[in-house]
């Protein structure tokens, strides 16, 4: 297997790559030289059939991910495809199976023969519901079944895979050395860190990297090095467990791309509006630029029921400062499994943080769409407004839930509206 990577760095334009630079409207040779260096990931999992290939990273634009997946309390399969079509119908451009609940081979096969954007997962997950499932606990799950699992996903077509490398006996030590108000936050950072402290031994991801990047490189996966150590609250953002683990990100960077194999680094979910840029020209400084794949970041941490909201806000300045891959967060943050509607709206959310960050940063055709939305309203033509919405149903419900006696405007002024006063009154100018 040749990589992406690879490929890449022989000067090679693939025919995935190709096709990345003509949807980013990238010239195919400047997207080579980024994926070349490490600063753009290009997903083309060969094992996953019709799959439209994906480029991640800096000079792209800013993509969004939609976890979706089975928890032991919900299991069903066709819940789970209605999540994928919705997602997709939202604009997603990748999907993550975080599935723990039913049969998780099943499941991510199914989702992955029913998606044509890139699929990730996270291994440990499953690993872990296979070792209790057997009737041991998760700090009884062997480092072999573990890697059996990472190769699993590979060879059904996953794209990326989570990993969390960098929860070390260093990088713990380091957290355990401050007050945390959440502690361990990340589902696979907690896992790991309970077998770590059980077997009173290194992180099998860590200890044993260069078998995980032969994996990878086998199946040409992106490893998204994932944040086990992110803080879980405004309190804990930017200490030293965080920080910590991200050193050994920038260090294990290297030696994958080394190998062959493209890196994501994953971001903090809980940070304050005047930590994000901070925390993102870090990750850059200390990855050598990798692509940067942030959960929101939340803003705040009081709004459960709203944080699609706080995502947004937080996702719009991150990407905007170099962020270049959001992970939705849904209404149910912290509260449970997301539904069909949750999925909906936290794409929708983090779609307008991205896209206003592509209009900021002044990606090449970024704001088109709303120059012929304001041309539209200029127009008063409610047909092509509807056109260009990001996403057409709630206009739809708002029009027909309140109509106006005059379709020419809206029921906020009827006839005292500003731009049908304004036109009548061009018209009558150009008359006189």
């Known amino acids: 297997m040749v990589t992406q990577l690879e490929s890449a760095r022989e000067g090679k334009i693939t025919p995935q790559l190709e096709a990345c630079a003509k949807a980013e409207n990238i010239d195919p040779e400047l997207l080579r030289e980024k994926v070349a260096s490490g600063r753009v990931v290009v997903e083309a999992a060969p094992k996953h059939e019709g799959l439209k290939p994906l480029a991640i990273g800096e000079g792209t634009r800013i993509k969004v991910n939609a976890n979706i997946g089975t928890s032991p309390d919900r299991v069903d399969v066709k819940v789970e495809l209605e999540k994928l079509r919705t997602a997709l119908e939202a604009g997603a451009d990748t999907v993550m199976d975080l599935s723990i609940g039913g049969d998780l081979d099943a499941i991510r096969k199914t989702l992955i023969e029913n998606c044509p954007v890139p699929v990730g997962t996270v291994p440990v997950y499953q690993a872990a519901r296979e070792a209790t499932d057997k009737g041991k606990s998760v700090a009884e799950l062997s480092p072999e079944a573990l890697f059996e699992v990472i190769e699993k996903h590979g060879e059904d077509g996953v794209s990326f895979v989570t990993v969390h490398c960098g929860v070390t006996i260093a990088s ?28 009173n031994a290194e992180n099998p991801l860590y200890e044993q990297y260069d078998r995980l990047c032969e994996i990878a490189h086998r199946y040409d996966l992106t490893l998204s090095l994932g944040d086990g150590l992110r803080p879980g609250c405004i309190a804990d953002a930017t200490d030293r467990g965080q920080v910590e683990e991200l050193i050994i990100l920038g260090e294990l960077t290297k030696r994958a791309q080394d190998a062959g194999v493209q890196v994501m680094i994953e971001g903090p979910g809980h940070v304050p509006l005047d930590q994000i840029e901070a925390n993102v020209r870090l990750q850059k400084s200390l990855t050598g630029g990798a692509p940067f794949y942030v959960l929101g970041p939340l803003v705040t941490d009081i709004a459960p029921g709203y944080d699609h909201i706080t995502g947004a806000i937080g996702g719009a300045l991150a990407a905007w400062a170099g962020a270049d891959f959001l992970c939705y967060v849904t209404p149910s943050e912290h509260l449970s499994l997301p539904g069909i509607e949750d999925v909906r709206r936290g794409v929708i959310a983090s779609k307008i943080a991205a896209h206003a960050a592509d209009i900021a940063k002044g990606f090449p055709g970024a704001s088109e769409r709303d120059l012929q939305m304001s041309t ?28 106006p006696q005059d379709s020419d405007v809206c029921t906020m002024c009827g006839d005292f509206c500003a731009i049908k006063v304004s036109r009548e009154d061009e018209k009558q100018g150009n008359r006189q």
């Not at 050395?177 to 896992?191: E, T």
């Not at 260009?388 to 109509?403: D, G, I, M, Q």
């Open 376 to 403: 539209a309203r200029a127009n008063l033509d409610w047909e092509k407004q509807k056109e260009c919405a990001l996403s057409p149903r709630p206009f739809e419900n708002y029009r027909e839930s309140s109509p």
């Open 172 to 199: 713990v030590e380091r957290l355990q050395k401050q007050k945390r108000v959440l502690g361990i936050v990340s589902r696979g950072g907690a896992l790991l860190c309970r077998w770590m402290k059980h077997n």
